[in-house]
Nanobody, 119 residues
Framework: QVQLVESGGGSVQTGESLRLSCAAS????????MGWFRQAPGNERELVGR????????YYADSVKGRFTIFRDNAKNTVYLQMNSLKPEDTAVYYC????????????WGQGTQVTVSS
């Protein structure tokens, strides 16, 4: 069992930036790959990006590639989502999730943080 808490969401204008944080409980954060997801009302949940356990390998959805960056600080048990050049279509609730290597599924989820981008 691991608890995840997102923070850093808010309301910004088009072109501005936000940095989301996801703090994990426990001392074994480095054993999880981490993903960032988002869901807007009426839309399916989508994977925004992921980062492996060591932080050396990342994946991004085409819709955010070149604008968003995932990085992690295992010493702080925290993963970040840096969001630059935000667009109105980025408006959603953003969730972080943890993926144990043994299951290859996202078994643990945070409560979500709202990001609103106004044009």
């Amino acid at each position: 069992q691991v608890q995840l808490v997102e923070s850093g969401g808010g309301s910004v204008q088009t072109g501005e930036s936000l940095r989301l944080s996801c703090a994990a409980s426990g001392r074994t954060f480095s054993r999880f790959a981490m993903g960032w997801f988002r869901q807007a009302p009426g839309n399916e949940r989508e994977l925004v990006g992921r980062i492996d356990r060591s932080g050396t390998n990342t994946y991004y959805a085409d819709s955010v590639k070149g604008r968003f960056t995932i990085f992690r600080d295992n010493a702080k048990n925290t993963v970040y989502l840096q969001m630059n050049s935000l667009k109105p279509e980025d408006t959603a609730v953003y969730y972080c999730a943890a993926q144990p290597a043994v299951t290859l599924t996202y078994d643990y989820w945070g409560q979500g943080t709202q990001v609103t981008v106004s044009s």
